[in-house]
C-alpha cells in the first residue's frame, strides 16, 4: 500500500544527516556539559557549537538563545518569563484568537493570575489586522503575542508592522515562529521582535528540543528552578544530543530555504491543479491568504463532504493529512482558527490540513487529489 505523508505542520521526518549528527553524539559523547572534567567540556562544545550554528543562521547572539524542550516550552517560558520579571506594572495582554494551543492555554492560565488578555479577530483569511491592535492598546498592556504565522492555515502576520507598535510604547513583542522557521528567512535582530519561539521537530529535527530567542535586555523570570543552566533561563542538563541535532537541522534548512521554498510550491501548485482537474474550481475552496501564506500549508475545505469521513478514507488509502484541530476522544473539534476566520459551517466541517515537505514528490500530490476525487465521487453515489 501506499504511505503519504502530508502532515509535516504537525512534525517532520528527520534529515539524515540530522540523525548521523545525533548518533554521533549519542554514541560518542556522554558527559554533562556542566561537569568541568574533559567529557564534561566535549559536552558543553557541543552545545555551544550548536547555539553558535543557530546564531549565526537566525542573526542573533548566541547568548541571546535558551534551549528549550519545544515549541510549546518556547512559548510557556516567553509568556510567563516575561511576565513575572515584569511583575508590578500593567496587567494586559494582547494575542490573537488564532494562536497556537501553547500559547492560548498559556493566556487562559495568565487570566487566573489576573492578567486581562485581549484576543484579537482575524479576518476571513486569517490575518490580524493592525487597527484591531492599535485600538486594543491600553496605558496596561505589558505584551503582545502573536505568531509569524499560522500552522492550521498558513496565513502569514504582519509581524513587523505589529512589532513597531510595540516598541513604540515600549511593550514586549512575542513572536512564535514555529511554522515561519526554515519557510522564511528570519533575522532576529532585523525584526521588531523582543521573544520568539523555534521548534526542532517541525525543520526535519528531532522531537522535545526548541529554543527561545530573547533579546539582550528583555529580563525573563525562569519558569524551573534548579542548576544554573542557559544563563539560569532554564535549568536543567541540556538536551545535549536534541541540540546538537536541532543545530544541524537549522543549518540546513537555511541553507536550502529557497530550494525548499520552491519544492513545496510546486507540490501546493501540482496540488491545486490535479484537484481543479479533477474536481472542478467550485467543488473545493482553499482556506487562508491568497498571497501571504507558507507554501507548505494547504487548507482546503470540501464543502460536499465532513472532515472526518474525509480524513477516515484517506487514512484507508495510506494518505495522511488532518483536520488541523485537535481530535478529542474520538470526537472531531471544529478548528478555532477556521472559527476565527468565521468560515460558513459547511466550510468549517469539511476542512483539511495538507502540509508537506522533505520527502513529497509531485507524484504524492497527484496521487491524493486523484485519490479525493474517487473517494468524493464514491460517496456522493453513496448519498
Ligand atoms: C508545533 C507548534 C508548536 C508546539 O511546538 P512543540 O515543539 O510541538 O511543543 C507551537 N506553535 C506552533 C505554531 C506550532 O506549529
Redesign the pocket.
Known sequence: MNSIYLDH?ASTPIHPQVAEEMMKVMTGQFGNASSVHAFGRSAKRTVSSARDMIAKSLGCHPDELVFTG????S?NLALFGALSALSGSGKHIITSSIE?H?VLHACEELEKLGYRVTYLPVDSTGRVQIEDVENALTEETVLISI?YAN?EVGTVQPITEIGELARNRGIIFHV?A??ALGAIPISCHDLPVDLM?F?A??INGPQGV?ALYIRRGIHLAPRQHGGLQEKKRRAGTENMAGIAGFGQAVQIAAAHLKERRDHDLMLRHTFIRILEQELGKDSFIINGHPSEFLPHILNISFPDTDTETLLMNLDMEGIAAASGSACTSGSLEVSHVLQAMKLPQNVLRSAIRFSFGLGNTTEDMEYTAQKIATILRRLRNRS
Open positions: 505542520a519545544g515549541g510549546t516550552e512559548d497556537h501553547a505568531m500552522n512564535d514555529v511554522q519561539s521548534s521537530h517541525k526548541g
